[in-house]
């Protein structure tokens, strides 16, 4: 009787020192930096988390989300800073060092590897596009895993994550930098930055003439307080001594 009665009280007090969660961990990382190329993949940290952006030049058979893209190799990255919208990430070959479409045989695409954020328990994710402008658009798709190590794959914008945003040009002040915050679908590890045909056939750059820059990623998880967390543990493990205790002295008695 006296064993349940303990069991029963260590029960309560883990029950009662089970985690409290603290307040929401910010993950921000910037891509600006000295203008110049980078390798074909980087890594950047913060606060436990690591992000690491490769980059892809691929033939697509048109400029929408309902393409294929083939012939998918990977590029360098172009790490840009010239100042005002015109910082952040993308591709040394395509003409502006940004991520778009210089042709159907030249399309310039960024993968993000975001599967620390789920890790993490992290539910959304805010992007920050630049060299935004008007008649322009970018999308972003998301895998189970990098979908370019097949060489051949399909733009699939109906179920994957997605952030579609053109810039008519009728926006307030025709804004050149712009962000955006969309859920992570379960399993969306891995995202495909595009910039796909623009939102204005008649805007000044042509339907096609789309390019934008990465220039920023910011999420947030939450975390238990490490005080309560241990509380919580030491009941767990107390509650496994006293199991342990009332087996033994059942298995004794039986003998």
């Not at 100042?83 to 399309?107: F, K, P, R, W």
Request: charged fraction near 10%; hydrophobic fraction near 35%; aromatic fraction near 10%.
């Amino acid at each position: 009787m006296r064993i349940r009665t303990a069991i029963l009280t260590l029960g309560l007090a883990a029950f009662a020192a089970a985690p409290a969660f603290a307040g929401n961990v910010n993950i921000s990382l910037g891509f600006g930096g000295p203008d110049g190329p980078l390798g074909t993949s980087a890594s950047y940290i913060s606060n436990g988390a690591t992000i690491t952006a490769y980059g892809y030049e691929c033939s697509a058979t048109d400029a929408t989300t309902s393409g294929t893209l083939s012939g998918c190799a990977a590029a360098n990255l172009y790490q840009k800073s010239d100042g005002g919208s015109e910082v952040g990430l993308g591709l040394e070959g395509e003409t502006d060092h940004e991520i778009g479409m210089d042709s159907n045989t030249a399309d310039f695409l960024i993968g993000l590897d975001v599967s620390d954020l789920f890790k993490l328990g992290a539910t959304s994710i805010t992007l920050d596009f630049g060299s935004w402008q008007p008649g322009e658009a970018y999308a972003v798709l998301g895998y189970g895993s990098n979908p370019f190590l097949g060489g051949t794959f399909t733009l699939d914008g109906l179920t994957n994550t997605k952030a579609w945003v053109g810039n008519p040009g009728t926006l307030p002040g025709n804004p050149q930098q712009y962000s955006s915050t969309f859920n992570l679908n379960s399993g969306d590890e891995f995202l495909v930055l595009l910039s796909p045909c623009g939102a204005n056939p008649s805007a000044p750059l042509g339907p096609c003439g789309s390019n934008v820059t990465l220039g920023g990623l910011s999420s947030s998880y939450v975390t238990p307080e490490p005080g309560t967390l241990a509380l919580f543990l030491t009941g767990l493990l107390a509650l496994g001594f006293a199991a342990r205790r009332r087996w033994t002295l059942a298995r004794n008695s039986a003998n």
